[in-house]
């Protein structure tokens, strides 16, 4: 091989890659992958105050990029400090850094900047960094300084640290953790990436591990990123409305078991189950053509937080201003026959809920199986199921779109039978038979679909259809149809002073103020928190092939048969 290309000739190749050879059409290219199922964080608490802002902390959650393959050709592998004898693949040992720069809008922070929560994998393998640059928004002593503004984290990892970097960058993950929060700062999305750069050391003389830790102005070449967003739930919810608390949709069929992850059955064949070892390994977050599925919607009405808000029983239902109907408008993304996935619902089922301080878990349907609607302070008041007459709580079903719609009176006790024949339960405590929707109940939707389509896919990105989907409940005075141009309700007493309405304070009501009535809850959607889910679908082609050959002079005959699947392009 010719001597190394000058640096000077490195520039970003048609492909996306980093060439260090001029006009070569090949290059450096670092492939991720990034599935994430976090989608909505919320904010509980503590609540601290920083030197002049209230901040609510949330939850942290672990995200891991798979790092799929660093390509290159033989020119870019002296990148690292190979001789070249290994072709295009990276020498062990290697020599170079790589830098891992995670963002993050105000909303997600990262508390811990060197630890294990932050690191390379592979097997059993960690590879930590040696440094990090962290943008520090937080006191390391006391979280609750946190400013809850957006950051920018470095992390430095010396790839003559480990034996072969190569295990990491090929088929090892990056680990990090997210802190949430609510604050001052806050939009309704807050996004966040992680960008991976090359600082190429092929001598191992260039550089050290003090200039890189010191030096800020350092040339990295680019060599990928990855990211998405995450919805935070912060407090403030003024009016009484739907808060919607958790959701997902995943799949219910898993095949068989392949204990030896060969993509082939093993023998006899024995379908998955919840009681499979390795059954946490399993995505149930993405799925195929024939696959059955399911989501689950939990959601809870609260009330409205005085003094600036004003409350349901003691403001509104006093006044004759009764919410009677529950809507759902739920989007998912690429549902529909056109876009070629053709997702068929089978049916849905609708259970309320009562709180309670002495609960029987006999009476909770289904909870302890819904996703984390655990039974410990509710009991079920009525319980509603459909296979055949989807039509009458799901009236919009157009496209990606479905909208669905409950009526109070078509689940007030004594309703079983006759009356509705859809609900098959209802609670024999006098204290828990539902007569209309009140502040504290919780309301569990969980429906069935089919997986009927299939798409077609040549490439690997264009093999998985990502679908974001987004839930709005709400609750109004009568019934709303999909796209309703009304208005959301006033989240204070100042804003509904503003549209004409009291709530009887002060005495006597101002002459150009109405006083709250039915007409006030007919009028607005009353909601809190909306909430979104991810879902991953892929494509599918399996092909069959076969060839036969005879010799005329014997009796051999060879048949061959050659079977391909491609799951998301991929062949498998």
Same mark, same amino acid.
């Given at each position: 091989?010719?001597?190394?290309?000058?640096?000077?000739?490195?520039?970003?190749?048609?492909?996306?890659?980093?060439?260090?050879?001029?006009?070569?059409?090949?290059?450096?290219?670092?492939?991720?992958?990034?599935?994430?199922?976090?989608?909505?964080?919320?904010?509980?608490?503590?609540?601290?105050?920083?030197?002049?802002?209230?901040?609510?902390?949330?939850?942290?959650?672990?995200?891991?990029?798979?790092?799929?393959?660093?390509?290159?050709?033989?020119?870019?592998?002296?990148?690292?400090?190979?001789?070249?004898?290994?072709?295009?693949?990276?020498?062990?040992?290697?020599?170079?850094?790589?830098?891992?720069?995670?963002?993050?809008?105000?909303?997600?922070?990262?508390?811990?900047?060197?630890?294990?929560?932050?690191?390379?994998?592979?097997?059993?393998?960690?590879?930590?960094?040696?440094?990090?640059?962290?943008?520090?928004?937080?006191?390391? %002593?006391?979280?609750?300084?946190?400013?809850?503004?957006?950051?920018?984290?470095?992390?430095?990892?010396?790839?003559?640290?480990?034996?072969?970097?190569?295990?990491?960058?090929?088929?090892?993950?990056?680990?990090?953790?997210?802190?949430?929060?609510?604050?001052?700062?806050?939009?309704?999305?807050?996004?966040?990436?992680?960008?991976?750069?090359?600082?190429?050391?092929?001598?191992?003389?260039?550089?050290?591990?003090?200039?890189?830790?010191?030096?800020?102005?350092?040339?990295?070449?680019?060599?990928?990123?990855?990211?998405?967003?995450?919805?935070?739930?912060?407090?403030?919810?003024?009016?009484?409305?739907?808060?919607?608390?958790?959701?997902?949709?995943?799949?219910?069929?898993?095949?068989?078991?392949?204990?030896?992850?060969?993509?082939?059955?093993?023998?006899?064949?024995?379908?998955?189950?919840?009681?499979?070892?390795?059954?946490?390994?399993?995505?149930?977050?993405?799925?195929?053509?024939?696959?059955?599925?399911?989501?689950?919607?939990?959601?809870?009405?609260?009330?409205?937080? %005085?003094?600036?808000?004003?409350?349901?029983?003691?403001?509104?239902?006093?006044?004759?201003?009764?919410?009677?109907?529950?809507?759902?408008?739920?989007?998912?993304?690429?549902?529909?026959?056109?876009?070629?996935?053709?997702?068929?619902?089978?049916?849905?089922?609708?259970?309320?809920?009562?709180?309670?301080?002495?609960?029987?878990?006999?009476?909770?349907?289904?909870?302890?199986?819904?996703?984390?609607?655990?039974?410990?302070?509710?009991?079920?008041?009525?319980?509603?199921?459909?296979?055949?007459?989807?039509?009458?709580?799901?009236?919009?079903?157009?496209?990606?779109?479905?909208?669905?719609?409950?009526?109070?009176?078509?689940?007030?006790?004594?309703?079983?039978?006759?009356?509705?024949?859809?609900?098959?339960?209802?609670?024999?405590?006098?204290?828990?038979?539902?007569?209309?929707?009140?502040?504290?109940?919780?309301?569990?939707?969980?429906?069935?679909?089919?997986?009927?389509?299939?798409?077609?896919?040549?490439?690997?990105?264009?093999?998985?259809?990502?679908?974001?989907?987004?839930?709005?409940?709400?609750?109004?005075?009568?019934?709303?149809?999909?796209?309703?141009?009304?208005?959301?309700?006033?989240?204070?007493?100042?804003?509904?002073?503003?549209?004409?309405?009291?709530?009887?304070?002060?005495?006597?009501?101002?002459?150009?103020?109405?006083?709250?009535?039915?007409?006030?809850?007919?009028?607005?959607?009353?909601?809190?928190?909306?909430?979104?889910?991810?879902?991953?679908?892929?494509?599918?082609?399996?092909?069959?092939?076969?060839?036969?050959?005879?010799?005329?002079?014997?009796?051999?005959?060879?048949?061959?048969?050659?079977?391909?699947?491609?799951?998301?392009?991929?062949?498998?």
């Amino acid at each position: 091989m010719t001597s190394a290309p000058s640096p000077n000739n490195a520039f970003l190749t048609s492909v996306g890659g980093i060439s260090m050879y001029a006009f070569k059409l090949d290059g450096l290219d670092q492939l991720l992958s990034f599935s994430p199922s976090i989608s909505n964080l919320t904010a509980v608490g503590p609540k601290c105050t920083t030197t002049s802002n209230i901040v609510t902390l949330g939850p942290a959650v672990n995200f891991a990029i798979d790092l799929d393959g660093l390509s290159m050709s033989a020119w870019e592998a002296q990148t690292f400090g190979c001789n070249g004898s290994q072709g295009s693949n990276m020498c062990t040992p290697s020599q170079g850094f790589l830098r891992a720069r995670i963002h993050t809008d105000a909303g997600l922070y990262i508390s811990t900047p060197i630890t294990n929560e932050v690191s390379l994998t592979f097997g059993g393998q960690t590879f930590l960094p040696f440094h990090s640059n962290a943008t520090v928004i937080y006191d390391a %002593t006391d979280e609750c300084s946190v400013g809850c503004d957006s950051g920018k984290y470095d992390f430095y990892y010396d790839l003559s640290d480990v034996a072969n970097p190569a295990n990491f960058l090929n088929a090892g993950k990056f680990n990090f953790r997210l802190n949430s929060c609510c604050g001052p700062f806050n939009q309704a999305v807050s996004n966040y990436h992680v960008t991976f750069s090359l600082l190429p050391n092929p001598t191992g003389a260039c550089y050290n591990k003090t200039i890189v830790s010191t030096t800020p102005s350092l040339e990295w070449l680019p060599l990928s990123r990855e990211g998405d967003f995450i919805e935070m739930q912060c407090p403030g919810c003024g009016a009484p409305g739907i808060d919607i608390k958790d959701y997902n949709l995943h799949r219910t069929t898993y095949g068989y078991i392949d204990d030896n992850d060969d993509g082939i059955a093993d023998i006899p064949l024995t379908p998955v189950s919840p009681n499979y070892s390795n059954f946490n390994k399993i995505d149930s977050l993405s799925s195929f053509h024939g696959d059955l599925l399911e989501d689950q919607l939990i959601a809870t009405f609260i009330d409205g937080e %005085t003094p600036d808000g004003y409350l349901y029983e003691d403001d509104m239902v006093a006044n004759g201003a009764i919410l009677k109907w529950l809507h759902l408008e739920r989007v998912m993304p690429h549902k529909d026959a056109i876009s070629g996935l053709n997702i068929r619902i089978t049916d849905i089922r609708f259970y309320i809920d009562a709180p309670t301080q002495t609960p029987n878990p006999v009476n909770c349907r289904d909870c302890d199986a819904f996703g984390g609607a655990i039974s410990s302070n509710f009991e079920t008041m009525v319980h509603m199921q459909t296979s055949t007459n989807i039509i009458q709580y799901l009236p919009v079903l157009n496209t990606d779109i479905m909208f669905f719609s409950f009526f109070d009176e078509d689940f007030e006790f004594g309703t079983s039978g006759s009356s509705n024949p859809d609900v098959i339960w209802e609670n024999p405590n006098a204290q828990f038979q539902f007569d209309r929707f009140r502040v504290g109940q919780r309301y569990r939707l969980e429906v069935h679909y089919e997986f009927c389509g299939n798409f077609t896919a040549i490439h690997p990105p264009d093999g998985v259809r990502k679908s974001i989907i987004t839930n709005f409940m709400f609750l109004s005075g009568t019934s709303q149809p999909n796209g309703s141009t009304v208005f959301d309700m006033p989240n204070s007493q100042l804003a509904a002073n503003n549209d004409k309405w009291t709530f009887g304070t002060p005495v006597p009501n101002p002459p150009s103020m109405n006083l709250v009535n039915q007409t006030f809850a007919d009028s607005y959607m009353f909601w809190c928190e909306k909430y979104s889910g991810r879902h991953y679908f892929y494509s599918t082609d399996i092909s069959n092939f076969s060839s036969y050959k005879y010799y005329p002079n014997s009796c051999d005959r060879y048949i061959s048969i050659n079977t391909k699947s491609i799951v998301g392009a991929k062949t498998t």
